[in-house]
């Protein structure tokens, strides 16, 4: 079992949680991921690790609400148990010294960019985090941004806070607008990297985004999460989670994601027609 030791609601249906996994700390590195199962008859679902804290032995993940699984997830606390984690898995980022590194990260991706936007800095490259939220009360983490970033940007789709502009609108200005971008990095909802990946693409911008594909056992095992890479078949898992956005075959990504909506909703249906009082 592994204990929570804290828990925050850091914007609505965002959550952060604070596990003790001394194994997991000691090895994880930006990009990588867990996998955790909430309870003996719970499915396995893939979070990313925005924190560690290698003395504590304790991982930070931020997940959002989306299915029934993170729902029940939510409304664990501190002093409760994960039946199950499992990690860190996947390639870790990529860390070199690029020059210009553009770190975009919207919704849950605001704290899953951290990691990689603070080891990219300290690599010696010059950092613009850029993140996205629908308003200007779903951001968090802009003042832990602010601090590991050369520059941080905030935009809003409401134009509730500074520029009335989603990310790929951002990136494009920034182009227009001279910026030399040597590396982007995106890490979010599967709309934002596939927009943002084809914004940079004219530009020859190498772009890496992460992968949220459907993952069973994460360990590239039973094929759940494969994706097509520049023609290949790739297993997210194992392979990835970061690929190559001008090489990413997004539709085929984004009906695989969609596979199992009927069942979600059947199964987020049938556990809060049980849970009422909390809906
Ligand atoms: Fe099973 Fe990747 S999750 S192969």
């Avoid at 003996?40 to 959002?64: H, K, N, Q, S």
């Avoid at 939220?133 to 970033?149: D, V």
């Avoid at 695989?256 to 059947?266: A, T």
């Amino acid at each position: 079992m592994y204990k929570i030791l804290a828990k925050e609601e850091l914007v609505p249906n965002i959550h952060l949680i604070k596990v003790s996994a001394p194994a997991v700390a000691q090895k994880v590195r930006p990009g990588q991921f867990v996998i955790i199962t909430i309870d003996e008859r719970g499915e396995r679902i893939p979070l990313t690790v925005a924190d560690w804290d290698r003395e504590e032995g304790a991982i930070t993940i931020v997940f959002m609400e989306v299915g029934t699984t993170t729902q029940r997830l939510a409304l664990f606390n501190a002093g409760d148990s994960i039946y199950s984690l499992v990690g860190p898995l996947g390639i870790p980022t990529h860390i070199d010294k690029f020059g210009t590194v553009v770190c975009v990260g919207g919704c849950y991706g605001i704290a899953a960019i951290m990691p990689i936007a603070r080891a990219m800095r300290e690599a010696g490259n010059k950092v613009i985090s850029v993140i996205e939220a629908r308003s200007k009360y779903l951001l968090f983490w802009q003042e832990e941004l602010e601090r590991i970033s050369d520059q941080l940007i905030v935009t809003t789709g409401d134009g509730s806070y500074a520029p009335q502009r989603w990310i790929p609108d951002q990136i494009r200005h920034m182009i227009d607008g001279g910026e030399k971008i040597d590396l982007l990095i995106a890490f979010g909802c599967t709309y934002m990297m596939k927009l943002s990946s084809e914004t940079t693409k004219p530009f020859g911008i190498k772009t890496v985004v992460h992968l949220g594909s459907i993952m069973v056992d994460g360990t590239g095992m039973c094929g759940c999460c494969r994706v097509s890479v520049g023609g290949e078949t790739k297993f997210a898992c194992v392979d990835g989670p970061e690929f190559d956005g001008h090489q990413v075959d997004w539709d085929l990504l984004l009906s695989r994601q969609s596979g199992y909506q009927d069942e979600e909703i059947r199964s987020l249906q049938e556990w809060e027609s049980q849970n009422w009082c909390r809906t």
